[in-house]
Nanobody
Framework: VQLQASGGGLVQAGDSLNLSCTAIALDRAMGWFRQAPGKEREFVAVISRRGGVTSYSDSVKGRFTISKDNVKNMVHLQMNILKPEDTAVYYC?????????????????????WGQGTQVTVSS
């Protein structure tokens, strides 16, 4: 599974961005993680392989929305009301294959494949 993330950039606080992740094969749970300078990589959002289950970190809940297009093999992260603390490199990831339709893991160790990351910078 090859992943390609895009859509990052420099925006002001309160602005929106839409990140996209293109995958060759997408019949897996897909997640977004981020890593800010000097910090550990952290979970942001996940969507189950059929899209029926989503989960978000508390810091982005209500502002970010993850979605999946299984026809185009793409996963999106719509980020609204961006804050300076959202500044990070954002990574999309594909989970290890799992037959459970509602499987939507939040831990990094559940993910087998990672994209190269896209930088999001939010100025105050």
């Amino acid at each position: 599974v090859q992943l390609q993330a895009s859509g990052g950039g420099l925006v002001q606080a309160g602005d929106s961005l839409n990140l996209s992740c293109t995958a060759i094969a997408l019949d897996r749970a897909m997640g977004w993680f981020r890593q800010a300078p000097g910090k550990e990589r952290e979970f942001v959002a996940v969507i189950s392989r059929r899209g029926g289950v989503t989960s978000y970190s508390d810091s982005v809940k209500g502002r970010f929305t993850i979605s999946k297009d299984n026809v185009k093999n793409m996963v999106h992260l719509q980020m609204n009301i961006l804050k300076p603390e959202d500044t990070a490199v954002y990574y999309c990831a594909a989970a290890y294959a799992n037959a459970r339709t509602f499987y939507a893991p939040v831990q990094e160790t559940a993910y087998a494949f990672w994209g190269q990351g896209t930088q999001v910078t939010v100025s105050s």
